[in-house]
């Protein structure tokens, strides 16, 4: 069983598309996260959540829009797609809000392709 | 904020050989630095990390050591094997109300048969 699981895997799609991604743990963890991975691997924090509440919301644009139906699903929808929008999506959970000083479960990622 | 500067970028190294791959951090506060192994198409996975009331902290192969008063930390390999091989990351966090993990640039390590 899949402890952080997102869909899709593969995600192409053209200049000014809205797309969305997926996550859900089942892992029983409050708080769950949403990074991107750069073409040169650099890993970046978006978003946090703890129960449903938006705890870390970093300087992305606002064509970026993450939703929290409940805690252990995380999706993000992504409106007017841009070319430097490409990179890979991880999900990823944490048993607390203070997931900064414990365990992060990733997702094995989305990758997101904006021709 | 908390910055964190990792090297080498990529290192290669035979199978055998130990490696040993390099952070530092910037915020003296900083209190947990996990260390992450991302292999091929996969996410990245926590591999050891270390807390700052403790200096070194081994596990198997590999062990962790942490120099508060340099602020630097360090990843050690010993006996590399192929299936070592992926890109690693160390991270520090921002000790404030953003429970920010701060993540290294990422070092590729190759482990040659």
């Known amino acids: 069983d899949t402890a952080v699981s997102q869909t899709p895997k593969y995600l192409v799609t053209q200049m000014g598309n809205d797309k969305s991604i997926k996550c859900e743990q089942n892992l029983g963890h409050d708080t769950m996260y949403w990074y991107k991975q750069d073409s040169k691997k650099f890993l970046k924090i978006m978003f946090s959540y703890n129960n449903k509440e938006l705890i870390i919301n970093e300087t992305v644009p606002n064509r970026f829009s993450p939703k929290s139906p409940d805690k252990a699903h995380l999706n993000l929808h992504i409106n007017s797609l841009e070319l430097g929008d490409s990179a890979v999506y991880f999900c990823?959970?944490?048993?607390?809000?203070?997931?900064?000083?414990?365990?992060?479960?990733f997702g094995e990622g989305s990758r997101l392709t904006v021709l | 904020g908390e910055n964190v500067e990792q090297h080498p970028s990529t290192l290669s190294v035979q199978e055998g050989d130990s490696a040993v791959i390099k952070c530092t951090y910037s915020d003296s506060a900083s209190n947990y630095f996990p260390w992450y192994k991302q292999e091929l198409g996969k996410g990245p996975q926590l591999i050891i990390d270390?807390?700052?009331?403790?200096g070194e902290k081994k596990d198997q192969r590999i062990a962790v050591t942490l120099n508060k008063t340099a602020k630097h930390f360090s990843l050690h390999i010993t006996e590399t094997q192929p299936e070592d091989s992926a890109v690693y990351f160390c991270a520090a966090n921002q000790v404030d109300s953003s429970y920010k993990l701060i993540f290294g640039s990422g070092t590729r390590l190759l482990v040659r048969p």
């Open positions: 990823a959970s944490s048993q607390s809000r203070t997931g900064n000083t414990g365990e992060l479960f």
């Open positions: 270390i807390r700052s009331n403790v």
